[in-house]
Nanobody, 126 residues
Framework: QVQLVESGGGSVQPGGSLRLSCSAS????????MAWFRQAPGKEREFVAA????????PVADSVKGRFTISKDNTKKTVTLQMDNLKPEDTAVYYC???????????????????WGQGTQVTVSS
């Protein structure tokens, strides 16, 4: 049984930092691309960051470039999203996703990912 469990969400003031983690089980983690997506109230779910299974390539959305960093630990089977200089517009539910055999051009595409976590809330407000 595949499980992706997110943790680390919460409330923070603008300019603050949060670190999200996603722990995976039931998959051959090293063979999977991992990604973070987010969904704000009333909006579509959108790509945030991803890391490929082979090259370690890690594209991020333009809206978070320079502020968010994704990393993958194949030993611990975790993927982490370090979020710095948070802004109110970063408020959303953040989802972890895993996809096997995801090609580089599809890393930002939701349908490329097979497994999803339940999500963790991030709220940025003063």
């Amino acid at each position: 049984q595949v499980q992706l469990v997110e943790s680390g969400g919460g409330s923070v003031q603008p300019g603050g930092s949060l670190r999200l983690s996603c722990s995976a089980s039931g998959i051959s983690f090293i063979r999977y691309a991992m990604a973070w997506f987010r969904q704000a109230p009333g909006k579509e779910r959108e790509f945030v960051a991803a890391i490929s299974q082979r090259t370690g390539s890690s594209p991020v959305a333009d809206s978070v470039k320079g502020r968010f960093t994704i990393s993958k630990d194949n030993t611990k089977k975790t993927v982490t999203l370090q979020m710095d200089n948070l802004k109110p517009e970063d408020t959303a539910v953040y989802y972890c996703a895993a996809g096997g055999g995801v090609i580089m051009s599809q890393l930002r595409v939701q349908s490329a990912y097979t497994y999803w976590g339940q999500g963790t809330q991030v709220t940025v407000s003063s």
